[in-house]
Every structure is written in C-alpha cells, then in structure tokens.
C-alpha cells in the first residue's frame, strides 16, 4: 500500500518562497517516478515536475523553470518542492503522485495521489 501526504501549503505574498513536502510511505522503491501537480481553482491540474523516487532526473514545466526544484530527504523518505519568488500565477492546490511508469506521471495517470495542500499567493 502507497501513501503520499503533503504539506506546506500556505498564504504567501508574491516574491516569497515556500517548501511543500510530500511524505511517502509504503511499497515505493527506485523502480518509481514521481510527480508533483497543481490545480488552479476553474482549471485543470497541471504538472509541474516530474523525477524518479530519489528526486533525481527531474524534469519541469517552463512556467516554473529555475524557481521550483525537487529535492528528496532519503533518511526521512520525503520529497520537497522548493518554490521561490512565487507569483499570483502559481496559486493551487498542489498534489504529489507516483507511478512505476514516467509516462504515466507525466500525463496525468499516476497510480498513486496525495490528498493536496493549497499555496495561495496575492
């Protein structure tokens, strides 16, 4: 059984930064990719990163390139997502996901979800 429970989400001013964390428990090993999501209110989810379970190799969406990074915590298995100078823009609900198939993380049908946690940024 895989759990993915994030954290971190918060109401920031535009040009701050934040850490989401995503907690990872159960049957996730190397052979895994993982994804990080987010959901603006009216809009559909976008993805934001994806990398293997090691936070390594990871890929990101242009509107977030060279202000988000992946980052894992191997002791504690938990994944980051740092984000800096946040704008209005980046605003949603932020998710993690995984599946054993990249392609799948990257599109959208990952196996796995966590619940979600909200950035708000004004």
């Known amino acids: 059984h895989v759990q993915l429970v994030e954290s971190g989400g918060d109401s920031v001013q535009a040009g701050e930064s934040l850490t989401l964390s995503c907690a990872v428990s159960?049957?996730?090993?190397?052979?895994?990719?993982m994804g990080w999501f987010r959901q603006a209110p009216e809009k559909a989810r976008e993805r934001v990163a994806v990398?293997?379970?090691?936070?390594?190799?990871?890929t990101y969406v242009e509107a977030v390139k060279g202000r988000f990074t992946v980052s894992k915590d191997h002791v504690r298995n938990i994944l980051y997502l740092q984000m800096n100078n946040l704008g209005p823009e980046d605003t949603g609900m932020y998710y993690c996901a995984a599946s054993r198939s990249r392609l799948l993380v990257a599109i959208g049908s990952a196996d796995y979800w966590g619940q979600g946690t909200q950035v708000t940024v004004s």
């Open positions: 159960g049957d996730i090993n190397s052979n895994y990719f």
């Open positions: 990398f293997t379970s090691d936070g390594d190799d990871a």
